[in-house]
């Protein structure tokens, strides 16, 4: 069965650590085929942390690449060859042998560009204090191009015809150029031999190659930053040029002729909700971003602080209506609740007009209206958590609290950050330290009884 692994909140969840799980190839699984990236680009930073102390921030490449388990870039990915040169190193310095063979790009996948980077900067430090909290990357960049231009923006396959490339790149840095100046963004000739140096070491495929990849074997889903951050059902304008949901894989599946809802939906959160940049975060507490550093997570020049609170199941319950329903979820940092008394689960927001607000209201929000969710987003803002309610410190109780919030079934559970430290399927190892490496064969809800939450909509775009 291939699996789509969503992140529930604003990113951050342990999407990665999940992923690295899931190929880890415990006795008697079926071994992964292929991790697809379905969505975002060199933005993503999916930590995984290695059984001996080895430390990677996947970004492009798959989370899986540990175990061998091979990557394949979709077309909707957005792919950024100069940062994938950079995490191919690092990862060959880690004992990953030709990280760059194991990966396959599809030739239409956008490109991410020297000038895409510099323009998004260029926007982001105008706002001043009203900064989004971009990753300055390029990647709204990348895609807003594309819908603006969209036989003038460069691919993947691009980058096989240096005529073609320089061509599209001039066009590019022309247009930004007028637009908004100077971008201090290398020269086209610098591009196209980085360029063409990530097509000769990749495998570029066409449309034929993933529907031939899923026939192989379970292939994992592994998406980018967090349905909290997706660009139509996000908190406007603290949002991603992306779409977060399962509806990329869904539609990539599809296309693959497997019908919708063929792959188990597991959808990734934390006993303690984060965001990185602005942007709300009702149940913020700033002593909990002291209480529980983040060894991997910091300042961004970009993004900003790293910010944590208590469990937001108003908005995680919001995550799951406007998914469409999860199949089950994989809960991470249960060792946490051992380390800090006190933390709890929020259950519903004080608004300023004195009311209680226990439901994020999902079911008129429809891809488009990003009016709507923007007055959504001044509403939260705005608004004060209610006091957190703690399951205690008994990892079982805060897997059945957060199983009873969400309306879905809790199929992993991650005690620390490396793939022993992860339970799949049933409870066991509750504890900090707890192990669960050697956990049998999962049992799964299957696809076609999907767990959803009251008033679901569809996901659509």
């Not at 706002?127 to 895609?143: D, L, N, V, Y």
């Not at 597991?266 to 940049?277: A, K, Q």
């Not at 209680?356 to 488009?368: T, V, Y």
């Amino acid at each position: 069965m291939h699996t789509i692994v969503v992140d529930l909140g604003y990113g951050d969840a342990g999407k990665g650590t999940v992923v690295d799980r899931l190929c880890a190839r415990p006795p008697g699984a079926e071994p992964v085929t292929a991790v697809v990236r379905f969505n975002g680009g060199a933005q993503a930073a999916h930590n995984v942390v290695t059984t001996d102390g080895r430390h990677h921030t996947f970004a492009q490449f798959g989370s899986g690449t540990f175990s061998g388990v091979p990557t394949h870039l979709s077309r909707l990915m957005l792919v950024d060859p100069l940062a994938l040169a950079t995490e191919a190193r690092h990862l060959a310095g880690l004992g990953v042998p030709a990280p760059l063979a194991l990966l396959t790009v599809d030739r239409r996948a956008l490109l991410t560009t020297p000038y895409h980077a510099a323009a998004n900067q260029a926007r982001e430090r105008a706002r001043g204090t009203a900064r989004h909290g971009s990753c300055g990357m390029g990647i709204g960049e990348t895609a807003g191009y594309a819908l603006a231009h969209p036989a003038d923006a460069p691919t993947a396959g691009d980058a096989a015809s240096r005529t073609e490339l320089r061509r599209k790149l001039t066009l590019l840095r022309d247009r930004l150029t007028d637009e908004l100046g100077p971008l201090g963004a290398p020269p086209v000739d610098a591009c196209l031999d980085a360029f063409a140096a990530f097509a000769g070491q990749v495998t570029l495929v066409d449309e034929r190659y993933l529907p031939r990849l899923l026939r192989r074997g379970p292939v994992v889903f592994e998406g980018a930053q967090g349905v909290l951050l997706d660009e139509w059902y996000g908190f406007h304008p603290y949002t991603t040029w992306s779409t977060t949901t399962f509806e990329g894989a869904e539609t990539l599946l599809v296309e693959a002729d497997r019908p919708r809802g063929a792959a188990l939906r597991l959808g990734v959160v934390r006993t303690y909700t984060t965001r990185h940049g602005p942007g709300p975060l009702v149940t913020e507490d700033p002593a909990l971003t002291a209480a529980l550093p983040e060894p991997h997570n910091g300042h961004g020049r970009w993004q900003g602080a790293f910010r944590a609170g208590h469990f937001d199941a108003p908005a995680h319950r919001y995550a799951v209506e406007v998914c469409g329903g999860v199949d089950g979820l994989a809960v991470t940092h249960l060792d946490a609740p051992a380390r800090q008394r006190g933390l709890g689960i929020v259950r519903g927001y004080r608004t300023p007009d004195g009311g209680l607000m226990s439901r994020i209201p999902a079911g008129a929000a429809a891809p488009g209206d990003l009016d709507r969710q923007q007055r959504l987003a001044e509403r939260l803002l705005t608004s004060r958590p209610d006091l957190p309610q703690s399951p205690g410190r008994d990892p079982h109780a805060w897997t059945e609290a957060l199983a009873e919030a969400l309306s879905a079934p809790v199929l992993m559970e991650s005690y620390g950050p490396t793939a022993a430290d992860k339970v799949y399927g049933g409870h066991g190892g509750h504890g900090a330290g707890g192990t669960g490496g050697a956990s049998a064969a999962h049992e799964v809800t299957p696809p076609g009884s999907r767990n959803r939450c009251p008033e679901t909509s569809p996901a659509g775009r």
